[in-house]
């Protein structure tokens, strides 16, 4: 009878179970589910073993075997897999699970478990386990519920390379491994378990006490309200749904692995030899997915919570049934919701239409049809035509000058067309925008030539002051406008002024006497750039994105003692690294800059050049560095570089990582933080931004100041020896507190010996003096590469030594008598680097061969683009880069091939983004704060009338026209009507 009884719970509640009582000897049902007095929680389902009692693992669990291809971790260098024969039953005493040495490729097997059940949704899940061995190597017994990488509860007992250092570290949804997520094996020895005592095996803690070197129970309360994480009953880590709404609520396995990745922030390790860890018993009770609300109702109309079992029963054994369907893998349910298509489908017409029109846009304007357009204009002749037009025009300025005494005897107004070549040059700094002074005469002249009927020919005239050309309009009006004035509203402004140019003065032509001064229209001059200059900038730009390259894909090439793929690897870091994958490349940024900043005040000793760079130096980089980092933390959200993430486990590089801000106030803050911090501290948006190169700009803005006043300061000695006496000083203090103003002191220096002292005719003319100094240079530049070289052949570290020089801030001691002492930071000033900076940089200035070399073409191409390569090609890098390396790794690619065309590819997309991006940048940076300039130093344009320059009776004289037009019109009826005249007979 108690058999049919039996079968028929069975059989209507496939959640119910038997399980026997060891204790007693008899059978006890715990078909109303499993209940816990403490936290109130209840559940259905079990599974229970004590492998103590077994001879081989039970089928509620099955042996895992894979090899990751990769791995998803900031700090994971080696990819883990599992083998079966590192599962063991050891003398039916526990479960052991292995962990072998890693491979030559990082490759480290492990062991590992899971439930064949895949339908666990909110349960308790208890197990004793043993930490891995003291002094084996860092590695991780886990217990782990995971569904994806997004509903994934963890619990890792790790013994870490220093047993000092051993923890137990509670995760969610793959949280980063910080410590403050888990508890040191020191502080949980110390601590009080709960009081209860489970059955345990021998050796396990059972006094009271915690030792995680020992066996210790562990365990995992999941509920669809919170997750708590206990070791030893004590109550570790609580995180409620209220807190985080993203709490695991899918249902999944449970794993018990043995496993090691290398992470230096949780396990560290691999283990050099075998090492194990122990499994005493799992005690698992949970609930299932697959219940019905039907049989939900069921079971608890027929239950109550004093039939169910409780959780702390010892004696417990077995586990619930289950049907087919508990081992397969939760898929959710995808419903497809008719209501939100068309939405969708208007958002995607649109945004075709908006590409379509802008890829028209961009077609229609591209800057090539624009140099095309422009180059044609410049070198065309004008016509006859436009000549017979232009003295038409000023045969008419003639005689209106001469009918309102204006006469042409006055001081000579501007150039001959013979004279233009001669006449005075417009000079543009480093930051202007070209003015087309000539376009609006041109445009003028076109147009009257070209016969336009709507826009009758203006006639040319000088203002009384005989220097401003003025427009009389056709229109009946007594208004009349500067040139100027009619192109101000344009979108690309335009200036036509001719100045009074005294007589004798280079490259004034005289008109002929009885006739009106006229202007021709001068082409603006080339760009004022030095090309050998923008050569060497833009050959150091691209040798910085190289060096991120290697830091990001193979940080062997760059980093000392970094793992190795290939021996090739170790010999290009010792050849190839010290000569151009080096932070000295870095320091002719600053020198060269400070050159473009100090020459106009030097050229003209006018303080309005300082007051121009103080305006503009500024919003010049941060409006553009501002806008192009929301946009990458805008892309980071959109899932652009959730590939980076995966690509330690196969660079071996844990260098390049991001992080999202938490809210936009976080942004704003490391903003700031950018304007105003002082070096050499680093802005904590180095650490964010994609590749951490934002450091360099608080040196280049807090430098700029140190640059301004320098200058000043400089140009007020008139005294040469003393001038370079005060040079010496300022770069040997600089460098004594390590500061990176050394190197703006000397790019200070080499524009001064240029613009002042004018040093190089004077060397080129005495070879005598020219050669040794350039020996110099050269052996400063070897010097510098030198001490790269040193620490990849010998035990003697320059960079080191020098460092330890220095004073240390905080205790004003030498830096050796600190804790500091050492190899410095990548963010402080070398000798040597300022050494190779200061070298090179007068070997461009004075070496005709090097100046050809950076004046190549390819070269001068990049120079427009090296802001936009610096911003961008992190990006380009850490998305594209790290997504196909990702791809290529999944189809089996060897590294060497797959790096290689990560690298070409990559490279590519950056020159594929320049032609568009570039212009976007220049227009946030330099176009704006030329404007904010102009708005600062020019006086505002008057306020115009609205329909400037328009009459302002040009639609109320219509309106009397037609009123008029209709008085006649009326007039004509009645004579018509009336037969006046004769009419009325017709």
């Known amino acids: 009878m108690s058999s049919l009884i039996l079968f028929f719970l069975v059989s209507a509640f496939p959640v119910s179970f038997v399980v026997a009582d060891v204790v007693s000897g ?50 994971s260098i080696y990819r883990h897999g599992a083998d079966i024969s590192n599962v063991q039953m050891n003398n039916s005493q526990y479960l052991e699970i292995l962990v072998s040495q890693p491979t030559k490729d990082h490759l480290v097997k492990g062991g590992s478990i899971r439930t064949i059940r895949r339908d666990i949704q909110y349960g308790s899940f208890r197990a004793l386990l043993q930490a891995p061995p003291r002094g ?6 886990s217990m782990i519920t995971q569904h994806n990488e997004t509903q994934t509860l963890e619990l890792s007992v790790m013994n870490r390379n220093s047993p000092s250092d051993a923890w137990i570290g509670t995760f969610i949804n793959n949280e980063f491994t910080s410590r403050e997520l888990g508890v040191n094996f020191s502080t949980a020895i110390n601590a009080t378990s709960a009081n209860r005592n489970y059955t345990v095996l021998q ?13 210790t129970e562990y365990r995992i309360d999941w509920t669809k309200d919170y997750v708590r994480f206990y070791v030893g009953g004590n109550l570790t880590r609580s995180i409620s749904r209220k807190e985080n709404a993203g709490l695991p609520s899918v249902p999944a396995p449970l794993y018990f692995k043995h496993w090691s990745t290398g992470n230096q922030y949780s396990m560290e390790g691999p283990p050099r030899q075998q090492s194990g860890a122990k499994l005493g018993w799992a005690r698992l009770f949970f609930n299932s997915s697959l219940t019905t609300k039907e049989e939900r109702d069921s079971f608890a109309k027929d239950c109550s919570l004093s039939d ?75 016509s006859k035509s436009d000549e017979t037009l232009f003295n038409s025009e000023a045969e008419s300025i003639k005689s209106d000058n001469s009918s309102n005494e204006r006469r042409s005897d006055g001081p000579s107004l501007g150039l001959s067309q013979d004279s233009s070549a001669n006449g005075p040059q417009w000079q543009e700094s480093e ?56 192109t101000e509203e344009k979108e690309l402004r335009t200036t036509v002024q001719v100045q009074t140019i005294l007589e004798g003065k280079e490259g004034v032509c ?132 959730s590939y980076l993430r995966y690509i330690p486990s196969l660079t071996w590089s844990t260098w390049p990582y991001v992080t999202r801000f938490p809210t936009i106030g976080h942004f704003i803050s490391e903003i700031l933080e950018l304007l105003y911090l002082i070096p050499n501290a680093v802005p904590q948006i180095t650490f964010h931004f994609c590749t951490g190169v934002l450091w360099t700009i608080a040196v280049q803005l807090q430098g700029s100041w140190l640059v301004f006043t320098g200058v000043i300061v400089v140009y007020e000695i008139k005294t040469a020896w003393k001038r370079f006496l005060y040079y010496a000083f300022c770069i040997a203090n600089h460098w004594y507190a390590e500061s990176w103003g050394s190197y703006l002191w000397f790019g200070l220096l080499l524009a001064d010996l240029d613009i002042t002292y004018h040093y190089k005719p004077w060397l080129y003319k005495r070879r005598a003096a020219y050669y040794p100094l350039m020996i ?84 001068l191409f990049l120079f427009p683009h090296i802001f936009t390569i610096y911003l961008l090609h992190g990006i380009v890098f850490w998305s594209w880069g790290s997504w196909l390396l990702i791809v290529l790794a999944e189809r089996d690619f060897s590294y060497g091939i797959s790096v290689t065309i990560v690298g070409m590819t990559s490279y590519t997309v950056i020159f594929l983004i320049l032609p568009i991006a570039t212009p976007i940048i220049e227009t946030l940076g330099k176009d ?38 209709a008085s006649v019109g009326a007039e004509m009826s009645t004579v018509v009507v009336t037969g006046e005249g004769g009419v009325g007979d017709v």
């Open 510 to 641: 005289t008109p002929p006497e009885g006739h009106p001064a006229v202007t021709e229209a001068i082409p603006p001059p080339a760009r004022d750039r030095i090309d050998h200059l923008a050569g060497l900038v833009a050959l150091c730009a691209i040798l910085v994105t190289v060096m991120h390259f290697g830091l990001t894909f193979v940080p062997a090439m760059v980093i000392p003692g970094a793992p190795i793929h290939y021996k090739s690897e170790y010999w290009a870091q010792k050849i190839i690294s010290p000569f151009i994958l080096n932070q000295m490349w870095l320091g002719v940024f600053f020198t060269t800059s400070t050159r473009f900043l100090v020459s106009p005040y030097l050229k003209s000793g006018d303080l309005k050049a300082i007051a121009k760079g103080a305006v503009r130096r500024c919003p010049r980089l941060m409006i553009p560095i501002t806008a192009v980092a929301l946009l990458e933390y805008f892309l980071i959200d959109c899932g652009i570089t």
């Open 26 to 75: 008899g059978e006890r049902n715990c078909s109303c589910g499993f209940y816990e007095n403490v936290t109130g929680n209840f559940f259905t389902e079990s599974i229970i073993v004590y492998f103590n009692e077994s001879t081989a693992l039970t089928g509620d669990f099955i042996i895992e075997q894979y090899e990751h291809k990769y791995e998803k971790d900031w700090n």
């Open 776 to 859: 110099f240079c050269w052996i400063c530049v070897a010097l510098g590469f030198a001490a790269n070289v040193l620490p990849s052949w010998t035990h003697f570290n320059f960079a080191v030594y020098e460092h330890n020089l220095h004073p240390d801030p905080s205790s004003g001691l030498p830096i050796g008598d600190t804790p500091n002492a050492g190899y410095p930071v990548y963010y402080v000033p070398r000798f040597n680097g300022l050494l190779f900076a200061a070298g090179l940089q007068a070997i461009v200035e004075l070496s005709i061969v090097i100046q050809s070399i950076l004046s190549f073409r390819i070269f």
């Open 203 to 215: 050796g396990a803690s059972s006094n009271g006490s915690i030792n995680p070197w020992e066996f």
């Open 928 to 965: 704006i704060t030329a404007q904010v300039w102009r708005n600062a130093s020019e006086k505002s344009p008057p306020k115009r009338r609205t329909l400037f320059p328009f009459p302002e009776d040009l639609f109320s004289s219509r309106e009397k026209e037609g009123d008029v037009e």
């Open 136 to 141: 084996a190597g860092g590695s991780a017994v």
């Open 308 to 382: 169910a079992c409780s959780v702390d029963d010892v004696s417990l054994r077995g586990s619930s049934a289950y049907p087919e369907r508990a081992t397969q893998k939760w898929k959710q349910n995808k419903k497809k919701d008719l209501k939100r298509m068309p939405a969708l489908w208007v958002s995607v017409i649109c945004l075709s239409f908006s590409s379509l029109l802008l890829f028209h846009t961009f077609l229609r304007r591209a800057p090539w049809r624009h140099s095309s357009i422009s180059a044609t204009q410049k070198h065309s002749a004008p």
């Open 431 to 486: 930051d202007d925008i070209p003015l087309a002074k000539d376009s609006a005469v041109n445009s003028l002249h076109a147009a009257t030539n070209q016969g336009e009927s709507s826009r009758p020919p203006s006639l040319l005239r000088f203002d009384s002051d005989a220097t401003t050309l003025r427009v009389l309009s056709p229109y009946a009006s007594d208004f009349n406008t500067t040139m100027t004035d009619l």
